[in-house]
Structure formats: structure tokens, C-alpha cells
Nanobody, 124 residues
Framework: QVQLVASGGGLVQAGGPLRLPCAAS????????VGWFRQAPGRERVFVGR????????LYADSVKGQFTISRNNAKNTVHLEMNNLNLEDTAVYYC?????????????????WGQGTQVTVSS
């Protein structure tokens, strides 16, 4: 399994941007699908989006389409979640996850490897 480290979280004002990197260690992301999930206090962990390392194709939850962008940096073996125009409802712990299945389902249970999560807090 690949080890993942998510970082970049913090406190941001509503309307502002934030960029979260997810770095791989132990193995490269080659042939993995890397997904992002978030979990707000008292709520279930939900799918945000994913990227196929091989093709670069992306899939997003309807709630973040046009607001969030996932990209990959091959040289740094890192996936980024770029979040724009953040609002209070985006406050959550954000997790990156990886799975070898290219068409992995957008569900937490479908992913094999997980990072530790990074807290994003949006203030008014």
C-alpha cells in the first residue's frame, strides 16, 4: 500500500482559496486513483473528487463542481485539491485516499489507503 500525507489545512476566511497537497511515500501514485473526501463534525465522510494518475481524468461531487479542482504533479508524486470561494459549509477534515482500481467507486469503503486528514476551517 502507498502511504499518504495530506497537509495544507488551516483557517481561511469565507470566499478565500486554499490548496491541499497529498503526497505519497513508500510507493508512487503510478496506476492509482487518488480521491479526496471530507468529514464535517457529526457527519459522515463524503466523496469530494478523484483523479486517475494514469489518464489525469477527474470526477467531482456535484456539491463542489466548479469550485474545487484536483490536479497531479508527476515529478513530485503529489495530488492537489484546490478549493476556491470557500464557504462555511466547506469546514471539515479533508482526507486523501488511494486505490489501485481505476474505476473505484466514490465511497470511503472502496479505497485501500488513507492519509491522516487535515482540518479546514472557514470563518465568516
Amino acid at each position: 500500500q502507498v502511504q499518504l500525507v495530506a497537509s495544507g489545512g488551516g483557517l481561511v476566511q469565507a470566499g478565500g482559496p486554499l490548496r491541499l497537497p497529498c503526497a505519497a511515500s513508500g510507493r508512487t501514485f503510478t496506476r492509482y486513483t487518488v480521491g479526496w473526501f471530507r468529514q464535517a463534525p457529526g457527519r459522515e465522510r463524503v466523496f469530494v473528487g478523484r483523479i486517475s494518475w494514469v489518464s489525469g481524468s477527474t470526477l467531482y461531487a456535484d456539491s463542489v463542481k466548479g469550485q474545487f479542482t484536483i490536479s497531479r504533479n508527476n515529478a513530485k508524486n503529489t495530488v492537489h485539491l484546490e478549493m476556491n470561494n470557500l464557504n462555511l459549509e466547506d469546514t471539515a477534515v479533508y482526507y486523501c485516499a488511494a486505490d489501485r482500481l481505476l474505476g473505484v467507486a466514490p465511497l470511503p469503503s472502496a479505497y485501500d489507503s488513507w492519509g491522516q486528514g487535515t482540518q479546514v476551517t472557514v470563518s465568516s
